[in-house]
């Protein structure tokens, strides 16, 4: 099972009806979703509304979701035509050219977003990257090799045990543990809806 | 409170529980959490089993911390990868969105299949739906064969059905259509069964009926054939000369 497999298994859900699926694939997306759609829309407020909207629109449709395309690519498509949509409904005309799915994501892609983002949500942005870096740093050795190699490498647990000879399972958990050390520290700059914090609000 | 400490002879037993799980002392609800979490983590990395994912949505409903941290994972991750993410969204972004479907009584859950070949219905109406026994009616303007536009549906309530009319077929063609029309889906609580699909595909196959859900109701769609208008007069052409 690979990570496609894993949005394919959460669309099947949603589509016999779990919203608990479709709640995991937002979070999944929600911030790539609202980067892209921030592109056309510069209103921060608008952005998450058309965002929200874009995401039950693509609940609406995701009965006709057949996995040809990466569940992503299929939603990113939603999203822009969201967008433009909301531009047109506005009066405003949407931009001519789309962003390329594979370009939207990438840093020097989102060189256009750091230019638009107000200094509170760059400053945020910043203080939450510097805790990650920072947290994986301090890691002992064994969790942050793991986590490096999976998210920076992109290797499978399978790969990563050989690397580092031991058991899948406990690549499975040294993966786990450094990612909930990195959501330990992260908590308090996010908020966290149980404790009221307002976190990243914006 | 009490701890326990989890003995498990052979590491086999439980191979979804990770070295670090059974080595750590918690009490069964932390140990709870950590199993789930783990399992949240394979899951966002495509390792986790088939079969333990709708275990693993099950707990994540009872533990609504876990939507949480898996929404800080897959941030993590994109920061590691130097993705640039908005980070400023609020932590009830998707809690927003779930909400909006669960108030939106428009919203169907099921879409028609491909192979029924009508495309995207779009349901309208019906706030106040009394009960279990309301009956809908829609209009559903759709060319034959034509599967991406969506279409164009009006929904209507109708009164409470009594056991002596099976179905209310209530709802009316769409003005200014010129498409051919599907027409007259009714729509019944689920129980009910006695509405019989009277058209058919162009395979000459019967369409599946449709599950929906309004208001936490479930109902079945079923879609009829628009009644055979009536045959247009006949105009003789004057004959020639």
Sequence with gaps: MGEADTDRELVERVQKGDKRAFDLLIRKYQ?????????????????????????IRAYRAIGNFRGDAQFYTWVYKIAINTAKNHLVSQGRRPPKDDIAVDDAMLLDG???????????????????????????????????????????DGL?????????????????????????AIDAKLRPLLGDPDSGLPGGSG | MEFFQLKIADRAQVPNMSEHLLSHPMNPN?????????????????????????????GVEAQPDLFRRWSNYHLVSATLKREYVAFALPVNFAQGVIARLDADVAVSAVRPS????????????????AAAVAVVALTVS?????????????????????????????????????????????VQPASFEQVVPSYYLPDGSEPAPERIEIGGVSYVLRAQRPPVPDPLPQVTAPAQR
């Design chain 2, 30 to 58: 932390q140990a709870m959490a950590e199993s789930l979490g783990e399992q949240l983590s394979a899951l966002m990395d495509g390792e986790l089993a088939h079969d333990q994912v709708r275990f693993l949505l099950r």
């Design chain 1, 156 to 180: 499978s647990y399978e790969e990563i045990a050989e690397r580092m000879n031991c058991p899948i399972g406990t690549v499975r958990s040294r993966i786990f543990r450094a990612r909930d």
């Design chain 2, 114 to 129: 491909r192979r029924v070949g009508f495309g995207v219905l779009r349901w309208v109406g019906g706030g106040a739906i």
């Design chain 1, 110 to 152: 989102g060189a256009w977003l750091k230019d638009r983002a107000t200094p509170e949500h760059e400053l945020l942005r910043q203080e939450i990257e510097q805790t990650v870096f920072d947290t994986v740093e301090q890691l002992p050795e064994e969790l942050k090799t793991a986590i490096t190699l999976r998210e920076v």
């Design chain 2, 142 to 186: 759709r060319p034959v064969g034509q599967v991406d536009s969506p279409a164009v549906a009006v929904a209507e309530q109708a009164p409470a059905h009594s056991s002596s009319q099976p179905y209310l077929p209530l709802a009316r063609p769409l003005a200014n259509s010129t498409s051919p029309l599907f027409n007259y889906a009714a």
């Design chain 1, 31 to 55: 911030h790539k979703i609202v980067s892209v759609i921030s592109r056309y829309v510069s209103d921060w407020s608008e952005c998450q509304d058309v965002a929200q909207e874009a995401f």
